[in-house]
Structures are given as structure tokens and as C-alpha cells.
């Protein structure tokens, strides 16, 4: 996906959701392809299928709000951002939050607010 082959990423995902069906990163995975495809319901779908097997799973709270706020769903995009925040606020700030390369909690936390405040 990071190099612009987006249907060969997308067509990897499906192949790891259907081996390990309950794996939130494999839908994570699969919704950042639909989203660079711009094809955003089915983004917000994988997204929540992500959030529904790990309820903490910060960077899909993220997506959601950042898809919401998109498509101009202010109130669900504070809702998912909201979400995100309080999951983060029971990290130290330098733990390193799953499937983000490495971004700390603090620094995530930094990313959300910036976002919501240029809402």
C-alpha cells in the first residue's frame, strides 16, 4: 500500500482476514486500502469490524473520526476522537501504540487534539 499498489495490498488483506478472521489489524489493514481508494463506506465498515474484535484499538477510533469529519459527521467524529483520547489516557505517554509505526501514545494524543481543534 505505501507503494501506490493499492488493489495488490487490498487483494493481501482479504487474503489475511480469510486466514485469521479475527484479527482487528487484517480489517485495519483492509480499511486504509478502501480509504486511499476513497471507496469510505466500506473503509468505515472495516474500521468497525476492527473496533468490534478490539474495542481499544486507538488508530481505528482515529480513522473513524478522521472518515466522519470527511464526510462532515462532526458529531460521530468527536465521538470516535473522544474515544481514541480516553483509551490513550490509560497509556504512559511513550508507549508505542499498536499498528502506528511507532507513535507514541503522548504523540497520538497530540495528533487527535490538533485534528479535532481544525475541525
Known amino acids: ?3 501506490g499498489k493499492l488493489a495488490e495490498a487490498l487483494s493481501w488483506a482479504h ?3 480469510e486466514a485469521h478472521k ?18 469510505v463506506d466500506e ?13 481499544d484499538f486507538v488508530l481505528a477510533h482515529f480513522a473513524l473520526g478522521t472518515l466522519a469529519r470527511r464526510v462532515g459527521r462532526d ?11 480516553r483509551i490513550l489516557a490509560r497509556l504512559e505517554p511513550d508507549h508505542v501504540v499498536p499498528e502506528s509505526d511507532g507513535l507514541t501514545a503522548a504523540r497520538m494524543t497530540e495528533t487527535i487534539l490538533a485534528q479535532a481543534r481544525h475541525a
Do not use: G, T
Not at 458529531?75 to 483520547?85: T, W
Open 75 to 85: 458529531d460521530e467524529a468527536d465521538r470516535h476522537y473522544a474515544n481514541a483520547l
Open 22 to 39: 479475527l484479527d482487528p489489524a487484517a480489517y485495519y489493514m483492509r480499511a486504509v486500502v478502501l480509504s486511499e481508494q476513497d471507496r
Open 1 to 3: 500500500a505505501n507503494e
Open 43 to 55: 473503509a468505515r465498515r472495516s474500521f468497525q469490524q476492527a473496533v468490534y474484535l478490539e474495542p
Open 15 to 17: 487474503r489475511w482476514i
